[in-house]
């Protein structure tokens, strides 16, 4: 089986300045939001970060590569899930053994937010909400408090929290960030492909990041 390599980059453009200008902090990990910059420029700008996200994910598609479970797993009972921050690709199989996915994700701006090791999922939403972890707020202390459900939502469409406290694979409404270190922590993944996901893992679906 195939498994789903969906490389293209789309191009979603928020309705409203604000929400650029949020997408944009988060993205970049920045401590300001850039805010009151002209349209031309937020245009000419987007364009070159698709055009720099696009060629990231090209230069990627080298370390795109399937494996197989037995170097990093006794045995796939729950099903697994294995996260490589190298390749910033997700891999999963079934309890079984019938199905194999491989996904393209986000993963930790840095070195010091990028944990690795062994949890499992303990919580799957639909629609999740979000806030901001202490130290994130510390370091961007004028991002909201609070996201509802929907297409501001940094967690995208679905959120599967991990055993540690704070760490979620998620879905992401910035496409851009997708075959990037952009995150502050959690693994992100195309709506879509979170979505797929999110339907085959169980809670206790054992997770390795590497």
Same mark, same amino acid.
């Given at each position: %089986?195939?498994?789903? %390599?969906?490389?293209?980059?789309?191009?979603?453009?928020?309705? @409203?300045?604000?929400?650029?200008?949020?997408?944009?902090? =988060?993205?970049?990990?920045?401590?300001? =939001?850039? *805010?009151?910059?002209?349209?031309?420029?937020?245009?000419? !700008?987007?364009?070159? @970060?698709?055009?720099?996200?696009?060629?990231? *994910?090209?230069? &990627?598609? $080298?370390?795109?590569?399937?494996?197989?479970?037995?170097? /990093?797993?006794?045995?796939?009972? &729950?099903?697994?899930?294995? *996260?490589?921050?190298?390749?910033?690709?997700?891999? /999963?199989? $079934?309890?079984?053994?019938?199905? /194999?996915?491989?996904?393209?994700?986000? #993963?930790? #701006?840095?070195?010091?937010?990028?944990?690795?090791?062994?949890?499992?999922? #303990?919580?799957? #939403? *639909?629609?999740?909400?979000?806030?901001?972890?202490?130290? @994130?707020?510390?370091? &961007?202390?004028?991002?909201? !408090?609070?996201?509802?459900?929907?297409?501001?939502?940094? =967690?995208?469409?679905?959120? @599967? /929290? =991990?055993?540690?406290?704070?760490?979620?694979?998620?879905?992401?409404?910035?496409?851009?960030?997708?075959?990037?270190? $952009? $995150? &502050?922590?959690?693994?992100?993944?195309?709506?879509?492909?979170?979505?797929?996901?999110?339907?085959?893992?169980?809670?206790?679906?054992?997770?390795?990041?590497?």
């Amino acid at each position: %089986m195939n498994p789903p %390599m969906e490389f293209t980059v789309k191009n979603q453009k928020p309705a @409203m300045l604000s929400r650029r200008a949020f997408n944009r902090s =988060l993205l970049a990990g920045a401590g300001t =939001l850039a *805010v009151g910059l002209p349209a031309t420029a937020w245009a000419e !700008d987007e364009i070159e @970060m698709e055009h720099d996200v696009t060629e990231t *994910v090209k230069h &990627n598609l $080298s370390s795109f590569s399937s494996k197989t479970w037995q170097p /990093y797993f006794d045995n796939l009972r &729950n099903g697994a899930i294995l *996260v490589d921050t190298t390749s910033r690709a997700l891999h /999963y199989w $079934s309890s079984d053994e019938s199905l /194999y996915k491989l996904y393209p994700t986000s #993963v930790p #701006v840095s070195e010091e937010l990028t944990r690795r090791g062994r949890t499992s999922i #303990v919580q799957k #939403v *639909v629609g999740p909400e979000w806030r901001p972890t202490p130290a @994130m707020k510390r370091r &961007n202390p004028e991002w909201p !408090d609070y996201v509802g459900p929907g297409e501001d939502n940094p =967690l995208g469409t679905h959120a @599967m /929290y =991990l055993g540690w406290q704070y760490y979620r694979i998620h879905g992401t409404n910035d496409t851009r960030k997708i075959g990037r270190r $952009s $995150s &502050n922590g959690c693994i992100g993944l195309y709506n879509e492909h979170i979505a797929e996901l999110f339907e085959l893992a169980k809670v206790g679906t054992q997770v390795l990041l590497i």
